[in-house]
Nanobody, 122 residues
Framework: QVQLVESGGGLVQAGGSLKLSCAHS????????MGWFRQAPGKEREFVAA????????YYADSVKGRFIISRDNAKKTVSLQMNSLKPEDTAVYYC???????????????WGQGTQVTVSS
């Protein structure tokens, strides 16, 4: 059984930093991608970043590139998202997700955490 649990969300002022963590349970494979997504009220879910368990490949949305850093700890089976230079538009519920397969339009994420709220004030 796969379970993802996010933590680290909170309230931070613009320009500040937060670090989110995702604890993963279940067997991992070389083709598994761990991703971070976010969704603000009234907006569509947005891809933020992703990383392979090997750490050989990382991906960032243009909106966060240069500010956010995704990393993983294979021994602890966790994936983290270090968020720097936060902006009010980064305010959203952040979700950790796991992808085991590729669909026609890209990776399909089938497992999701409960989400953690990140609020950035001006």
């Amino acid at each position: 059984q796969v379970q993802l649990v996010e933590s680290g969300g909170g309230l931070v002022q613009a320009g500040g930093s937060l670090k989110l963590s995702c604890a993963h349970s279940g067997r991992t494979f070389s083709n598994v991608y761990m991703g971070w997504f976010r969704q603000a009220p009234g907006k569509e879910r947005e891809f933020v970043a992703a990383i392979t368990w090997s750490g050989g490949s990382v991906y960032y949305a243009d909106s966060v590139k240069g500010r956010f850093i995704i990393s993983r700890d294979n021994a602890k089976k966790t994936v983290s998202l270090q968020m720097n230079s936060l902006k009010p538009e980064d305010t959203a519920v952040y979700y950790c997700a796991r992808s085991d397969r590729i669909g026609r339009t890209g990776r399909e994420y089938d497992y999701w955490g409960q989400g953690t709220q990140v609020t950035v004030s001006s």
